[in-house]
Structures are given as structure tokens and as C-alpha cells.
């Protein structure tokens, strides 16, 4: 008997009747001897209507009252699988993120699992269910409900799959891992497997279908993801930590962002300590910054420019205009036209060219980089937003990335 572990994203479970083509997959499962826990995301837009109607009530949620709201997204669907389980016959229970013992830090929107207890869920699964466990979210010792932020659940589902020591598979609208997202390149191709490190890069530079911390839990505890399809039965794609094949082509796949703003900090004064200043406050309010450009000094003082989330900008803005004003700093800007394109290849650390191909292949379809980001596996290019389906797809060509899927 193997005890697996799977999860199904919003779009899987986004109607009754997609609802219940999830219960007869899992009673196929459990028919074939699997012990099954599952985790499942709030139905389609859910979450987006949520958010929509606290922004009916006020301009400034508080952060507690938006997490124990949006929680209620994934009970929905967990109950409603369950009843539809129940209702063929087959026996399940639905468990919050708290019934399932997932513990988590104080931070609201953006918790991080601390701990997972599956005391609970073993018993459940020693009682013949399946269990279905509202993705998302967890519970503070404080006994506070949480949300773990965007693709939570599939943080989630990588947790439990690490501490039931179980099989784990993410159910989603696509095939797999893909070497470019299809919508924007038609050439692109489904891979049969990826190391964790070269997914960790497509995830946190774009590809939207694994969420970055659920990749990075994974690679830590070792826990092997198959990312599949829940609307048909087709093979999928396997991230793993295990040797690969040496690939001719070191390119694995080309990642696209537009949840892109841009914070510049004119006039810094350069001096120790002054970076600190500003990014220590921004990590405190869980607001990620992951490129960070400093110019060269002139007079001793310097410009500094960031990049976080559109979501993060207003709140971010917030605290930097005051910090600027701290350290003496005359402005404080934002934009929002800007996106992000990356090539990811772990083979690309032990070959050369391929930073000069990049930025030939932009600049031949008439695209400016604005900022260039790097890491040993990574090339990272800020161009304008509206020039990202070109940029892809065009990268995708000439590191012909077809070639090693």
C-alpha cells in the first residue's frame, strides 16, 4: 500500500462537476490500494472574490481579519470533496490546515510552516479515509489562523508529504513543467523530469506552476514531485534531486514575470550601514526584494534600485519614503512597467557564451535591458512589460530549448 499525497489547484476543483471528476479519480486510486490525503485549493476565482469584497468593506484590511477570510476559500472545497466522496460511497473526512496539524509563525499572508503534526491524519487514514485537507493555510501557537500566501497550498501539500514520509503530486491545468509557458510559446515542450535546483529558479523567476517555497521544502526533505494534468491522463513531469542525464543543450527552460515593480532611491549617501537601513524594514513587513542594483558613487552619494511584487509596491512605498527622507535621500520612485525574462540551465555553470547569446537575442528583436540579474544557473534581463512574448519566444529559438526537453 503507498501512501501518496496529492494536491488539486483552483482551476482542478472549480465547479461541482470538476468537484466530483476529482472524487472519481481518488476512488480510482484508492480502489488500486493507495492511501490518499489530499490537498486542495479554494475553488477557481474564489480567492479573488474574497479580496474583492474586503475591498468593498475598506481600503485597509486588517492583515488577521484577510487571512482568517481567505481560509475559508479552500474549507469550501475540502468539504465539498469529501461530501462527494462520501456520497459514492467511499469514506472521508475533511481537516482544516489547523485539524491537520500545521503550525506556522505569526507573519499574516505570508506564514511559513513551522511544524507539521499528522497524528491526526494518520489516525484518519488508519480509519480507512481519505483525507482531504484544506490547503493554504495553518494555525499559530497562539491558536491565530494563517495563510501561507500565493501557491500555499502547494506548500502545504509538500509539507505533509515530508512529515507522513508519503509519495507527492501536484494536480494541475497543464501537462507539467514546460521549457517556456505555452500561452506565450507555442514551441514550447513538456519535460519528463528537472532537478529541484533548476525548478526552484523557473519558479521563483515566473513559471507559475509550483510555487518557489513549495520546491525549496521539497529539495530539503528530499520529497519527489510529479506534476500532472487533472483534466486528462497524460505523463507529466518529475522534479527530483536524483542525477540527470548531461544535457547537449544547458538551457533548460526560459521563465517569464510581470509581477514586477521598480523602487529607486535617488541620492543615497554612500556609507556603511545605509543598505541595512532600508532593506531591514522591508524583510520585518515580509516584503521580498530580489534584485537589488547600486550605481557607482559620485560625490559619495549613489542611486538604489530594488524590485518587489506589484502587490508588495504601496506598502513598500510606505516605508521607503520615510527611510529616504531618514537617510537624506532627496526622492523616492516607483514604476510598474517593467517585467522580468530568465534563462535556467544548471549546466550553465560550466559553460561560457551564454550572457552574450542573451543579450544578443534582445537586442536583435529590439528589446532594451534595463537591469540584469544573475546566479550560477540563472540570467535575469528587466525589459519592458509589453516586450515579454517576444523576448520569450525568441530566447526560447535561439537556445533552441526544444532540443532538451
Known amino acids: 500500500m503507498t501512501l501518496v499525497v496529492q494536491k488539486y489547484g483552483g482551476t482542478s476543483v472549480g465547479s461541482a462537476e470538476r468537484i466530483k471528476a476529482v472524487a472519481q479519480r481518488l476512488i480510482a486510486r484508492k480502489t488500486n490500494g493507495d492511501q490518499l490525503v489530499v490537498v486542495v485549493s479554494a475553488m477557481g476565482d474564489t480567492t479573488d472574490d474574497l479580496v474583492e469584497l474586503a475591498a468593498q468593506m475598506t481600503d485597509r484590511p486588517e492583515a488577521r481579519e484577510m487571512d482568517l477570510l481567505l481560509s475559508t476559500g479552500e474549507i469550501v472545497s475540502s468539504t465539498l470533496l469529501s461530501m462527494a466522496l462520501k456520497h459514492e460511497g467511499h469514506p472521508a473526512v475533511a481537516l482544516s490546515g489547523a485539524q491537520a496539524g500545521i503550525g506556522t509563525d505569526t507573519r499574516y499572508g505570508r506564514a511559513r510552516i513551522l511544524k507539521v503534526d499528522p497524528a491526526r491524519v494518520h489516525r484518519e487514514l488508519d480509519a480507512g479515509n481519505i483525507v482531504i485537507v484544506a490547503g493554504f493555510q495553518g494555525i499559530t501557537e497562539e491558536m491565530e489562523l494563517t495563510t501561507l500566501g500565493r501557491g500555499g497550498s502547494d506548500t502545504t501539500a509538500v509539507a505533509l508529504a515530508a512529515a507522513l514520509k508519503a509519495r507527492c503530486e501536484i494536480y494541475t491545468d ?26 526552484l529558479e523557473l519558479a521563483t523567476w515566473g ?74 524594514p522591508l524583510g520585518e513587513n515580509a516584503i521580498s526584494v530580489d534584485t537589488i542594483v547600486q550605481n ?26 520615510p527611510l529616504a527622507e531618514k537617510i537624506g535621500a532627496p526622492e523616492a520612485m516607483a514604476d510598474t512597467h517593467l517585467a522580468k525574462v530568465s534563462i535556467v540551465g544548471a549546466g550553465m555553470t560550466s559553460a561560457t557564451g551564454y550572457a552574450g547569446r542573451m543579450f544578443k537575442t534582445l537586442f536583435d528583436a529590439g528589446i532594451n535591458i534595463e537591469l540584469i540579474t544573475t546566479s550560477e544557473i540563472r540570467i535575469t534581463c528587466l525589459i519592458d512589460e509589453k516586450d515579454i512574448p517576444t523576448a520569450v519566444r525568441a530566447l526560447h529559438k535561439a537556445f533552441q530549448v526544444e532540443q532538451a526537453a
Open 174 to 199: 497543464v501537462e507539467g513543467i514546460y521549457t517556456a509557458d505555452p500561452r506565450i510559446c507555442p514551441d514550447a515542450q513538456k519535460l519528463a523530469e528537472i532537478s529541484y535546483e533548476e525548478m
Open 296 to 321: 557607482a558613487s559620485v560625490e559619495r552619494l549613489t542611486d538604489m534600485t530594488f524590485t518587489v511584487s506589484r502587490s508588495d509596491l504601496a506598502k513598500a512605498m510606505d516605508l521607503v519614503r
Open 207 to 280: 513559471a507559475r506552476v509550483m510555487h518557489n517555497r513549495a520546491v525549496e521544502l521539497a529539495s530539503l526533505y528530499n520529497v519527489p514531485i510529479y506534476v500532472a494534468s487533472s483534466f486528462v491522463e497524460a505523463p507529466g513531469t518529475l522534479i527530483h534531486g536524483g542525477p540527470m542525464m548531461e544535457q547537449s543543450n544547458k538551457v533548460m527552460g526560459i521563465a517569464s514575470d510581470t509581477d514586477v515593480a521598480r523602487i529607486t532611491i535617488r541620492g543615497v549617501p554612500d556609507q556603511p550601514g545605509i543598505a541595512a537601513t532600508i532593506f531591514e
